[in-house]
């Protein structure tokens, strides 16, 4: 299982470390704003065991950001996620932008 553990923020973002049920930082999710119209969302996943499990916590906490700073319109994030270099598809969708 896996949380949340915020680690900064401020009026533009914030730094949210992944740990696992042991307290253990095994990757974070930061995001980024300017207004209604930009968002950027980093994150790392350093365990590759929990990969799943991190795409299910991640991509329902992206969902809900995209929701209530992008609004309900099609304009999508800035994202950026990844598994010891390799991109992690988040929407399963989406085209990798690094091929």
Request: net charge negative; hydrophobic share 30%; proline share 3%.
């Amino acid at each position: 299982m896996l949380y949340f553990q915020p680690e900064f923020r401020n009026q533009q973002g914030e730094i949210i470390n992944v740990v696992d049920s042991y307290g253990k930082a095994i990757g974070y999710l930061a995001y980024l704003y300017k207004g209604e119209n930009d968002l950027y969302i980093m994150g790392q996943l350093d365990n590759p065991g929990e990969k799943q499990n991190f795409i299910d916590i991640t991509s329902k906490y992206i969902d809900g950001l995209k929701k209530s700073i992008l609004g309900n319109g099609e304009k999508e994030p800035n994202l950026c996620i990844h598994l010891g270099g390799e991109a992690i598809d988040i929407d399963n969708n989406c085209d990798d932008q690094n091929q």
